[in-house]
T-cell receptor
């Protein structure tokens, strides 16, 4: 089973502060993704990566940046957090052999006050 | 935007009843995936369907891919409280390659003992 962990699990931060969420995987999967999940909107893609230093934007990328300097880590940064970024954030990896189905982390619940 | 429409949004049933949930789109899918998400956790992949008309079974869950590959259904026989959760369908952003998944908003199922 693919090992994927997200940290922190919960965070409360103030408007205007930078926040970094971490996603760590243990099996050298090439593809990694960040989604946010909100009531009424479902899961929406923020950014994704198809290799070290190779990233691309999703449908809701404004206000977010990502970095992938190592295969195992994919970081999501909110440059200056806003209340609209209060959400649950999920990281996922894409696993070959399941028609590239996703394995998700357990999520980070972020509250911006 | 390639929308996925899931219905119903909410479903509350008694233990032992049967149910069907649906996932529809106006465009053809190359493949479709179903996930189940429990509270506080990330979604978990249940199945991938690829061929029009395909039927896959996972214990009491039956997944069907429409002949025209524009719709899919999930049927649960003799629902149990452990089936409670959010059921999501997902398709590739574009038909070719390992492109990110686009998710429907889900059907929230509650099975009452």
């Amino acid at each position: 089973d693919a090992g994927i962990t997200q940290s922190p699990r919960h965070k409360v931060t103030e408007t205007g502060t930078p926040v970094t969420l971490r996603c760590h995987q243990t099996e050298n999967h090439r593809y990694m993704y960040w989604y946010r999940q909100d009531p009424g909107h479902g899961l929406r893609l923020i950014h994704y990566s198809y290799g070290v230093k190779d990233t691309d934007k999703g449908e809701v990328s404004d206000g977010y940046s990502v970095s992938r300097s190592k295969t195992e880590d994919f970081l999501l940064t909110l440059e200056s957090a806003t209340s609209s970024q209060t959400s649950v954030y999920f990281c996922a990896i894409s696993v070959a052999g399941t028609e590239y189905g996703y394995t998700f982390g357990s999520g980070t619940r972020l509250t911006v006050v | 935007t390639q929308l996925l429409e899931q219905s119903p949004q909410f479903l509350s049933i008694q233990e032992g009843e049967n149910l069907t949930v649906y996932c529809n789109s106006s465009s053809v899918f190359s493949s479709l995936q179903w996930y189940r998400q429990e509270p506080g956790e990330g979604p978990v992949l249940l199945v991938t369907v690829v061929t029009g008309g395909e039927v896959k079974k996972l214990k009491r869950l039956t997944f069907q891919f429409g002949d025209a590959r524009k719709d899919s259904s999930l049927h649960i026989t003799a629902a149990q409280p452990g089936d409670t959760g959010l059921y999501l369908c997902a398709r590739r952003r574009s038909p070719s390659g390992n492109t990110p998944l686009v998710f429907g908003k889900g059907t929230r199922l509650s099975v009452i003992a």
